[in-house]
Nanobody, 124 residues
Framework: QVQLVESGGGLVQAGGSLRLSCVAS????????MGWFRQAPGKEREFVAA????????DYANSVKDRFTISRDNAKDTVYLQMNSLKPEDTAVYYC?????????????????WGQGTQVTVSS
């Protein structure tokens, strides 16, 4: 079993930046691909970014490409999401997710471990 705890959310003005962190515990973090998803009020949870176990392979939703960067530090059992040039439409609860294998995935059903989420609010 893997436990995931997100932090770093908050309120920021449009154009600003935030860095989310997700600390994993319980099993060998470095074996698993990780991802970030988000859910806005009244909407489905959607894919944001994913990273393979090694950090070599990454993928992003088109809506965040060139603005967000996913990274990981396996020595610290932590995955990050650096968010720049934030827009009001980025407002959502952001969830960290973990797979049970090392390859990246962009679909929600491919992830078995989930954090509780952290709120990101971008004001216009």
């Amino acid at each position: 079993q893997v436990q995931l705890v997100e932090s770093g959310g908050g309120l920021v003005q449009a154009g600003g930046s935030l860095r989310l962190s997700c600390v994993a515990s319980g099993r060998t973090f470095s074996n698993y691909a990780m991802g970030w998803f988000r859910q806005a009020p009244g909407k489905e949870r959607e894919f944001v970014a994913a990273i393979s176990w090694s950090g070599v392979n990454r993928d992003y939703a088109n809506s965040v490409k060139d603005r967000f960067t996913i990274s990981r530090d396996n020595a610290k059992d932590t995955v990050y999401l650096q968010m720049n040039s934030l827009k009001p439409e980025d407002t959502a609860v952001y969830y960290c997710a973990g797979r049970s294998s090392g390859g990246i995935a962009t679909v929600r059903g491919a992830y078995v471990y989930w954090g509780q989420g952290t709120q990101v609010t971008v004001s216009s």
